[in-house]
């Protein structure tokens, strides 16, 4: 893997806008809870979007290497367009689903209207973003990209 990452500044770019987005969820978590809690660098949803600063810092490089005019730029620009609406909207409706699931069942099951036991499994409820929190993992993602490519010394 080091190997890719030596050779390609755009997959570069993208993992560490991805590894800094998930340290600063990190740091967000402590600080809001007080605590450490290292589930939040490999969990989805929370601030920033990880996977929007992904696709934001691989679309920018991409941009700024081959040229916003490129063909390259436009698929990538395509991708990550989709990817940032299924984090703000299909994600975010799946957490929702899994937050109202795991309010009824223990109340179902407790109240003995489900006759037989079941393995019940709580739901992970933080799946998507709320629009700022895409906005800010967006932001971050150029930011990454523009000073990465900007130290490497890869601007064309």
Same mark, same amino acid.
């Given at each position: 893997?080091?190997?890719?990452?030596?050779?390609?500044?755009?997959?570069?770019?993208?993992?560490?806008?991805?590894?800094?987005?998930?340290?600063?969820?990190?740091? #967000?978590?402590?600080?809001?809870?007080?605590?450490?809690?290292?589930?939040?660098?490999?969990?989805?949803?929370?601030?920033?979007?990880?996977?929007?600063?992904? #696709?934001?810092?691989?679309?920018?490089?991409?941009?700024?290497?081959? *040229?916003?005019?490129?063909?390259?730029?436009? #698929?990538?620009?395509?991708?990550?367009?989709?990817?940032?609406?299924?984090?703000?909207?299909?994600?975010?409706?799946?957490?929702?689903?899994?937050?109202?699931?795991?309010?009824?069942?223990?109340?179902?099951?407790? *109240?003995?209207?489900?006759?037989?036991?079941?393995?019940?499994?709580?739901?992970?409820?933080?799946?998507?973003?709320?629009?700022?929190?895409?906005?800010?993992?967006?932001?971050? *993602?150029?930011?990454?990209? #523009?000073?990465?490519?900007?130290?490497?010394?890869?601007?064309?």
């Amino acid at each position: 893997m080091g190997h890719i990452l030596s050779y390609n500044p755009v997959i570069t770019v993208g993992f560490f806008g991805l590894f800094i987005a998930q340290i600063i969820k990190l740091i #967000v978590s402590l600080v809001s809870s007080g605590r450490m809690d290292f589930r939040r660098l490999v969990d989805t949803g929370g601030m920033p979007s990880s996977h929007t600063s992904f #696709v934001s810092s691989v679309t920018t490089s991409i941009g700024i290497i081959e *040229g916003f005019h490129s063909t390259m730029f436009a #698929v990538a620009l395509c991708f990550s367009v989709i990817v940032v609406y299924d984090a703000t909207n299909l994600r975010r409706s799946a957490g929702y689903h899994a937050q109202w699931l795991n309010r009824i069942v223990p109340d179902l099951l407790q *109240g003995k209207i489900i006759k037989e036991k079941f393995d019940y499994k709580v739901l992970r409820e933080l799946l998507g973003h709320n629009p700022i929190e895409v906005f800010v993992g967006g932001v971050l *993602g150029v930011l990454i990209a #523009v000073l990465t490519l900007y130290f490497l010394n890869i601007y064309p």
